[in-house]
């Protein structure tokens, strides 16, 4: 199913709750994080989505929020193209051994913890790398 069919069928609870599995969840936010140019944006959608899709199911009480959010916010951390930042000096990134295979970071180890990871991206370690409110970067 294309992801217009997808979410159409997400939004009008076409779904069973049986054949919406984790990955479905992030195949939503994927495509709303991709309509929207906010975080914030999104994960109103989602929210939405998400509670409808309970409700239609009979289980409303089922609707997470807080997971929504989180959700919402680890992928869009995923989606911010200077990720990579975090983990690999500019040199050891653009290098020709880099363009060719596989080198590992020398940064920090690909499993920091992601707060640490967008902080190091950034430069800065007083903010959160998922600010809800911030506009997301392609």
Do not use: I
Not at 52 to 79: C, D, I, S
């Amino acid at each position: 199913m294309r992801d217009e069919a997808f979410v159409g069928a997400c939004e009008r609870g076409e779904l069973r709750g049986a054949d919406f599995h984790h990955a479905d969840h992030l195949r939503l936010a994927l495509a709303y994080l991709g309509e929207y140019g906010s975080v914030d944006a999104a994960t109103d959608r989602m929210a939405r989505t998400l509670r409808g899709f309970a409700a239609a199911a009979g289980h409303p009480e089922k609707y997470h929020h807080t997971l929504t959010v989180f959700w919402m916010r680890r992928v869009a951390a995923l989606l911010d193209k200077e990720l990579p930042r975090a983990y690999y000096s500019r040199q050891r990134l653009f290098d020709d051994e880099a363009r060719r295979g596989w080198v590992e970071p020398d940064l920090q180890p690909l499993d920091a913890p992601p707060q640490v990871a967008h902080a190091a991206a950034t430069g800065s370690f007083d903010s959160p790398g998922d600010a809800p409110d911030r506009s997301l970067s392609r």
